[in-house]
């Protein structure tokens, strides 16, 4: 069965309104965007201000929320638009914000998804990006907090939350995750917080633009608002939350998820154990060295592809590079304590990106990819023999035989290292 296409929104929309946090008014844009693109916040208040990939790579905050930044510009409380966007299949989109916090709106989904609905989407030629959980993927963590993801068709939530409050108390619940349900089992659940722990947020800056107009508040008697929308309406908000969180994947998620006592923080820890179990698990070679050796004219100890495992002419590829001991430049970079040079790093995804350009380049080994420009290299983490690196390139822009493309490298889920490559294609 073949892969959905992406789509994007089919008309763009406005909404506005305070953050939770900063209390600081904002309009938000959700504009349309091209087919892998993803979705991207552009802070238009911020002079020169960076695209921020909604994205794990990009998360720099967790507390009472899910934060997004880049080149220092940072947008918070990302999680109700992200869970209206994923939730209505919108894989790509731009949204442009002139404040520094995502409006809370009513504090549900609900706003979101239904402007969502209203703007409508357009199918894109290209295929969209799924996840398929192939084994149980289980992360634990403090005070019963745990989370498994196990194969399944779709997407389905089961949720259990437990708090020390009598409006509350242990709530446990199922959830078929489609446009549809989300819109009317889940969008409509709003936030919620204490009483008690006012004074002491707002003293770290926190909770400032929180009211009963857009907050469930809960005080020692119990509700303080005029009443629930739904029984449980606690536990639908977390699952809401997390499928927010989880949409920071970038792609649509085939899987059964099971969770109990959900976090901000703990959903990102569990995004990321799905990520690098898909970057593990999704080895099998679609390109093999052989045919990597008709593409590139490198060769041992140059070449530093061993397979492709995904690609998407001109728009997509993910390539993998096995760390040896046996790497002859070991022998002379930090002996006794052995780490592979930053350069040959990025050489190796300039060598999956070049085979990106393979329908350009052709078999007839007349054109050659040569590397011009480097941009916003960045080094994360050592790579070490026994390392398996996974590579993933995307192009950003195609014209006249010169490409720019941006890459990523993970080793285990953890990126290593990161840049934008420019190239063109000569005669060789």
Not at 275 to 283: D, G, K, S
Not at 317 to 327: A, D, F, P, S
Request: proline share 5%.
């Amino acid at each position: 069965m073949s892969p959905p296409n992406q789509r994007t929104v089919a008309k763009e929309f406005t909404l506005s309104g305070p953050g939770v946090h900063s209390g600081e008014n904002a309009h938000l844009t959700v504009r349309p965007s091209g087919p892998g693109t993803g979705i991207r916040f552009r802070r238009t208040d911020v002079e020169g201000a960076p695209d921020i990939p909604a994205d794990l790579d990009h998360v720099d905050g967790t507390e009472l929320g899910t934060s997004l930044s880049c080149e220092g510009v940072r947008v918070a409380t990302v999680e109700h638009l992200m869970a209206a966007l994923s939730s209505a299949r919108i894989d790509n989109a731009t949204v442009e914000l002139d404040g520094p916090e995502v409006p809370i709106r009513d504090g549900s989904f609900r706003e979101y998804a239904d402007a969502l609905a209203d703007a409508g989407a357009e199918e894109q030629d290209a295929a969209a990006f799924v996840i398929q959980v192939k084994a149980p993927v289980s992360v634990a963590g403090a005070h019963g907090q745990s989370y498994l993801a196990s194969p399944g068709s779709g997407l389905t939530v089961k949720a259990t939350i437990d708090f020390d409050h009598r409006a509350i108390g242990k709530q446990v619940g199922s959830f078929i995750v489609d446009p549809e349900s989300f819109r009317t089992e889940l969008a409509p659940a709003r936030t919620f917080g204490f009483r008690a722990d006012e004074d002491a947020l707002h003293a770290r800056g926190l909770a400032l633009g929180a009211s009963l107009e857009n907050t469930v508040v809960l005080d020692e008697n119990g509700v303080m608002n005029e009443g629930l929308r739904f029984d449980d309406e606690f536990l639908r908000h977390k699952v809401g939350d997390l499928l927010g969180d989880l949409a920071l994947l970038g792609a649509r998620t085939d899987a059964h998820i099971t969770v109990e006592r959900p976090s901000h923080a703990g959903n990102i820890g569990f995004a990321r154990a799905i990520a690098a179990h898909i970057r593990h698990t999704n080895r099998e070679a679609i390109v093999d060295i052989n045919k990597i050796m008709e593409f590139l004219p490198h060769r041992y100890p140059m070449l530093l592809v061993d397979r492709i495992t995904e690609y998407e002419p001109g728009k997509r590829i993910v390539g993998i590079k096995n760390v040896t001991i046996n790497e002859p430049f070991f022998q002379g970079h930090y002996p006794g304590h052995p780490i592979m040079p930053g350069v040959l790093i990025i050489e190796a995804m300039a060598q999956v990106g070049g085979l990106l350009l393979m329908d350009e380049v052709g078999e007839t080994n007349d054109k050659v990819v040569y590397f011009m420009s480097l941009d916003k290299v960045k080094w994360r983490k050592p790579v070490t023999p026994g390392d398996t690196i996974v590579f993933e390139l995307e192009m950003l822009q195609f014209r006249r035989q010169v490409c720019k493309m941006k890459g990523r490298g993970y080793v285990e889920g953890a990126l290593v290292a990161e840049a934008e490559l420019m190239a063109t294609i000569v005669d060789r």
